[in-house]
């Protein structure tokens, strides 16, 4: 989706490496955010950036960092990876000016840990 | 709580035959935003639709059409005369209105749709 973009695409990571996912968005809001996806379990929210300066924890943060560089660069960081941690990861942002507005994905990263 | 269920994991169809994907959620907030995802075998998620909890009018656009019930708390998603090219996941989402500050989404666990040939 044009707006969101993120890399690397795709990574393979042994376990106990680290790794930064990186994100960026053009559409100039406030708030960012990264899921995870896995097999039958939907997408779940590990942190959210409600702007910048600031980051607040989601449904599964466990293993994660996340640093909001800047209003446009959200990057998610594994410091010590491990297999659970085997995923495809989507970050978000919001476009518009509305209270609540619609959520546009990257095209995701797909991480596998051995 | 706020959760969202999507009961039918998987669903088989041939193509133009009509298919329902029901979603159901649960929120204590009496203002909240309901949205339906694709996500074609590419892996990309592709924003359809979205709904605040104030207009329960019903959603058409070409093939798709969106039925938002409070009722029953249930937003349902119908693709008429499927094709091929509607294979994919879908996902029901939620926000809730106040979350301190930020949406944060909360996802179905999403409905495979395979539309055969």
């Known amino acids: 989706n044009a707006g969101v973009t993120q890399t690397p695409k795709f990574q393979v990571l042994k376990t106990g490496q680290s790794m930064t996912l990186q994100c960026a968005q053009d559409m100039n809001h406030n708030s960012m955010y990264w899921y995870r996806q896995d097999p039958g379990m939907g997408l779940r929210l590990i942190y959210y950036?409600?702007?910048?300066?600031?980051?607040d924890k989601g449904e599964v943060p466990n293993g994660y960092n996340v640093s909001r560089l800047n209003k446009r660069e959200f990057s998610l960081r594994l410091e010590s990876a491990a297999p659970s941690q085997t995923s495809v990861y989507f970050c978000?942002?919001?476009?518009?000016?509305?209270?609540?507005?619609?959520?546009?994905f990257g095209p995701g990263t797909r991480l596998t840990v051995l | 709580a706020q959760k969202v269920t999507q009961a039918q994991t998987e669903i088989s169809v041939v193509e133009k035959e009509d298919v329902t994907l029901d979603c159901v959620y649960e929120?204590?907030?009496?203002?909240?935003?309901l949205f339906w995802y694709k996500q074609p075998p590419s892996g990309e998620l592709v924003f359809l639709i979205r709904r605040n909890s104030f207009d329960e009018q019903n959603e058409i656009s070409g093939r798709y059409s969106w039925n938002f019930q409070k009722s029953t708390s249930s937003f349902n998603f119908t693709i008429t005369a499927s094709q091929v090219v509607d294979s994919a996941v879908y996902f029901c989402?939620?926000?809730?209105?106040?979350?301190?500050?930020?949406?944060?989404?909360?996802f179905g666990k999403g409905t495979k749709l395979t539309v055969n040939p």
């Open positions: 929120t204590r907030d009496t203002t909240y935003y």
């Open positions: 950036s409600a702007s910048e300066g600031t980051t």
């Open positions: 989402a939620l926000i809730p209105y106040y979350q301190g500050g930020s949406e944060k989404l909360v």
């Open positions: 978000a942002s919001p476009s518009g000016g509305a209270r609540i507005d619609t959520q546009y």
